[in-house]
C-alpha cells in the first residue's frame, strides 16, 4: 500500500489509494462519517507504529524524592501550572482588579493586599478592549499606586488584538472542535518574552465553541491546563456570570457549561458589597457598589463577609483632555480595603489563630461558648487574648458575626465538668479565610 494510503486512513490490506474513487472492499473513506478514533487506530496498523503504551506510572514505593512546593505568585490567586479565573457581573470591578494584580506582579509590590512570591513577567491580552481602552485601564492603575513606566518596563505586556488573533479552539467544517490560530500565536508570545503569568479577558472571547456544550468546553480548558503546565505559566481567564442572584463564592454563577469552573483549580468570584453588609460595616447605602469582595468559588458555601478580601473601586483622572474634551477620561481602579473598626487589624493570619484556638477548646475538655453569660467559657476572651486592643463589646461583635455567618458552629457536646450536654463552639474549616481547596 501506499504511502498516501496509509495517510487517509487505510488498511494495510486495502489496494485502492485514490481518496476519491469507490474502495474495491467496501471501505469507507476518510471524508465519510467515521470514529476519529477508528481512523487513527487504522493509520497505527498501516505505518507499523505502535500506539503508546506507557501510561508514565511509578511505583510509590520507589519515590522517595523531594516533592517541590507549589510556585505561588500571588497570594492564593495565581500559581505556575494552574488555571484560574475570576467571576464577575458585568461593572464589578473584575478587569479594573486583574489590572492592578498584574501590575502587583510585575513591579513586586503588594498593590493588592496579596503577597508577592515572586516578580513575573505578565502578559494581559484583552479580547473585549480595544488598544485605546486596555491602555486607560493601566494606565489609571498606574497613577493611582505611584508607578512609573520605567518600574514595569521588560515586566508587563499588553494587547488588545481583536479579531484578527483568531481564536484558541473553533469548530471546523464537520463541527468538531479544532485547535486554531491564537493558540500557536500565543505560545510563540511567552516563548519571545519569557512570561510567567498570562491573562486572556474575558474567556468567553477565546474560543468559538458553544458555551454551554461541557465537552467543547473541557477541551478548550483543557488546552489552557496543558499551556500552563507545558510552559510552566499561571494562565488566567476571567468569565463573566450568568443570570440570577449574586452569592459570593458561588462559581456556578459563571456562564455556560459547568466544565469551565471545574477546570480551573483558582476560581474565585467578585461580587458587590450587599446592603446587609454596607450596614454590618457603616458604609453609606449610596457608596456600598464601590465596594467588592472576592471570595474562593471552590467551595459550595458562602464564605463570611469578614473571611472575604475586600477592594473598594475608586476613579482616578487621567488627565488626558483636549479642546474638545477638556475634563478628559476617568478610569476605574482597585485598592484593598478593611472594613473599619471591629474588624480594622483582623489579617487572615490573626483570625486564623483565634479561630485554632477556639476549636481546640479548654484544657479541661470544655468547648467555648459565644452565650452573653458565659464566663470562662466566654469565646469573646480567646478574640481579646489574640487582639488585645479590641474591647469586649467588640470581641463579642465579631464572634456574634462569625456564629451568624457559619464560620463558627453550634454543637452538642458532654460537659466533663458539668456532666451534662452543653452547647460549644467549633470551627467550619471550609471557612475559614484563606481557604484554598
Keep these: 500500500m501506499c504511502p498516501a494510503a496509509a495517510d487517509r486512513g487505510y488498511r494495510p490490506d486495502c489496494d485502492v489509494c485514490c481518496e476519491n474513487a469507490p474502495c474495491k472492499k467496501g471501505r469507507p473513506h476518510m471524508n465519510d462519517e467515521i470514529n476519529p478514533e477508528i481512523l487513527k487506530l487504522s493509520k497505527v496498523l498501516a505505518t507499523g507504529k505502535e ?21 505561588w505568585l500571588l497570594g492564593n490567586v495565581f500559581c ?17 482588579l486583574r489590572v492592578a494584580q498584574a501590575l502587583a506582579l510585575a513591579t513586586g509590590r503588594n498593590l493588592t493586599g496579596e503577597h508577592v512570591f515572586q516578580r513575573c513577567r505578565v502578559l494581559l491580552i484583552s479580547l473585549e478592549d480595544d ?8 494606565k489609571a492603575a498606574m497613577f493611582h499606586h505611584d508607578i512609573s513606566e520605567a518600574d514595569v518596563k521588560g515586566w508587563l505586556f499588553l494587547a488588545a488584538p481583536g479579531g484578527k488573533a483568531g481564536k484558541l479552539m473553533t469548530l471546523d467544517t464537520k463541527g468538531r472542535p479544532t485547535i486554531a490560530s491564537l493558540a500557536a500565536t500565543l505560545k510563540q508570545t511567552i516563548q519571545r518574552r519569557n512570561i510567567d503569568v498570562v491573562c486572556l479577558d474575558p474567556f468567553v472571547k477565546t474560543h468559538g465553541l458553544s458555551e ?12 489552557l491546563a496543558n499551556l500552563a503546565i507545558e510552559m510552566n505559566i499561571a494562565v488566567d481567564v476571567p ?16 456562564r455556560g457549561a459547568s466544565a469551565i ?20 460595616f457603616g458604609v453609606p447605602l449610596a457608596d456600598r457598589r464601590l465596594y467588592v469582595r472576592m471570595d474562593s468559588g471552590k467551595v459550595n458555601i458562602t464564605p463570611p463577609a469578614t473571611a472575604a478580601k475586600w477592594f473598594k473601586l475608586t476613579s482616578v483622572a487621567l488627565g488626558n483632555g483636549n479642546d474638545l474634551y477638556p475634563a478628559g477620561d476617568y478610569v476605574q481602579t482597585v485598592e484593598p480595603w478593611a472594613a473599619p473598626g471591629t474588624w480594622e487589624g483582623l489579617t487572615d493570619d490573626l483570625v486564623n489563630r483565634i479561630l485554632t484556638d477556639i476549636d481546640a477548646g479548654m484544657p479541661d475538655g470544655e468547648r467555648y461558648s459565644d452565650a452573653g453569660a458565659a464566663t470562662t467559657r466566654a469565646a469573646w476572651k480567646v478574640v481579646q487574648k489574640h487582639a488585645a486592643k479590641k474591647t469586649e463589646k467588640q470581641c463579642r461583635e465579631i464572634v456574634a458575626i462569625w456564629v451568624k455567618e457559619g464560620l463558627l458552629l453550634k454543637e452538642t457536646y458532654h460537659s466533663p465538668v458539668a456532666r451534662k450536654d452543653r452547647e460549644g463552639l467549633h470551627v467550619d ?8 481547596t
Design 80 to 96: 505556575r501550572r494552574f488555571v484560574s479565573s475570576l467571576i464577575a457581573d458585568g461593572g464589578t470591578g473584575k478587569t479594573a
Design 261 to 280: 469552573k471545574d477546570g480551573g483549580r483558582l476560581v474565585y468570584t467578585l461580587t458587590t458589597m450587599s446592603e446587609d453588609e454596607a450596614e454590618r
Design 429 to 436: 474549616d471550609m471557612k475559614r479565610p484563606g481557604k484554598v
Design 51 to 71: 500506539p503508546p503504551t506507557d501510561l508514565g506510572e511509578w511505583d510509590a514505593g520507589d519515590d522517595d524524592d523531594p516533592i517541590p512546593p507549589r510556585q
Design 239 to 254: 468569565h463573566h456570570t450568568a443570570k440570577g442572584g449574586a452569592t459570593p463564592g458561588n462559581a456556578d454563577r459563571g
Design 212 to 223: 454551554n456544550d461541557n465537552n467543547q468546553m473541557d477541551q478548550v480548558i483543557e488546552l
Design 131 to 138: 488598544k485605546d481602552e486596555l491602555r486607560r485601564r493601566v
